[in-house]
């Protein structure tokens, strides 16, 4: 048989292209606003004296291997780089300003700061994962 059909799938394979760039952005993007928001979740609950652990809790997101992850860290060469692991990871007493903080904020301050935010609001967390991924 000589005759045949011939198919140009050029259009549906650029569509397809344009849906999985779009689906990557979305994903970045709500990494991004999970990364965020766990960041300022371990910011409420950073010891404080002068604020510069505080200030140094740093969220991110970053690829690999075609996974994206949001990642929140105290940057190594961070001014508070030198104690926050033992802030993170110690046992001590908070101080006068640290509990007027916790008042504040309304959350425990102090050690596994950085866990506990992520511990304490898996739930939201996962509703931001939710909604961002969602078709819309």
Do not use: C, W
Request: cysteine-free.
């Amino acid at each position: 048989m000589a005759g045949g059909v011939k198919l140009d799938l050029s259009r549906f394979r650029a569509g397809v292209q344009k849906k999985l760039s779009d689906d990557v952005g979305k994903q970045r993007r709500t990494m991004f606003d999970v990364a965020s928001f766990a960041s300022g979740g371990a910011k409420d609950r950073t010891p404080v004296l002068h604020g510069i652990l505080t200030a140094d809790v740093t969220g991110k997101v970053e690829e690999d291997g075609g996974k994206i992850a949001a990642i929140v860290y105290v940057p190594a060469n961070a001014a508070s780089a030198s104690y926050a692991v033992d802030m993170h990871e110690g046992v001590y007493h908070l101080g006068k300003l640290s509990l007027a903080k916790q008042a504040r904020v309304n959350v425990t301050v102090g050690p596994r700061f950085i866990t506990r935010a992520i511990d304490d609001n898996r739930e939201k967390i996962r509703n931001i994962i939710v909604e961002g991924l969602s078709e819309k």
